[in-house]
Nanobody, 127 residues
Framework: QVQLVESGGGLVQAGGSLRLACAVS????????MGWFRQAPGNEREFVVG????????IHADDVKGRFTISRDNDKNTEYLQMSSLKPEDTAVYYC????????????????????WGQGTQVTVSS
C-alpha cells in the first residue's frame, strides 16, 4: 500500500517562502515520477511542477517558473516543493502525486495520469 503524506503548508505573507514535503511510504520513491498539483476553491486541480522517475526532466507550470523548485531525497523517500516569492494567487491546497512508470524521462502534467495522491496541505498567502 503506497501512501503519500504532505506537510509544510501554512500561512505566509506575499513574498515569503514555504517548503512542502511529501513523504512516501510503501514503495521506494525512485520508482515513481512525481508531481505537485494545487487546487483553489472553485477551480480545477492544476499542475504545478513534475519530475521524471529518473530525475533528469523537470517541468514547471509557467506561473511558478523561477519561484518553485522540486527536489527529491531518496534516502528519506521524500519529495520537496520549495516555494519562494509567494503571491496571493498561489493560495490553494497543494497535493503531491506519484505515477508508476518505467525508468523514463517522462513527466506527466495531467492529474488523471497519476496513480497515488496525498491528502493535501493548505497554503495561504496573504497580501
Amino acid at each position: 500500500q503506497v501512501q503519500l503524506v504532505e506537510s509544510g503548508g501554512g500561512l505566509v505573507q506575499a513574498g515569503g517562502s514555504l517548503r512542502l514535503a511529501c513523504a512516501v511510504s510503501g514503495q521506494t520513491i525512485s520508482n515513481y515520477a512525481m508531481g505537485w498539483f494545487r487546487q483553489a476553491p472553485g477551480n480545477e486541480r492544476e499542475f504545478v511542477v513534475g519530475i521524471s522517475r529518473s530525475g533528469a526532466t523537470i517541468i514547471h507550470a509557467d506561473d511558478v517558473k523561477g519561484r518553485f523548485t522540486i527536489s527529491r531525497d531518496n534516502d528519506k523517500n521524500t519529495e520537496y516543493l520549495q516555494m519562494s516569492s509567494l503571491k496571493p494567487e498561489d493560495t490553494a491546497v497543494y497535493y503531491c502525486a506519484a505515477k508508476i512508470t518505467p525508468p523514463t524521462d517522462n513527466v506527466q502534467i495531467v492529474p488523471i495520469a497519476y496513480d497515488y495522491w496525498g491528502q493535501g496541505t493548505q497554503v495561504t498567502v496573504s497580501s
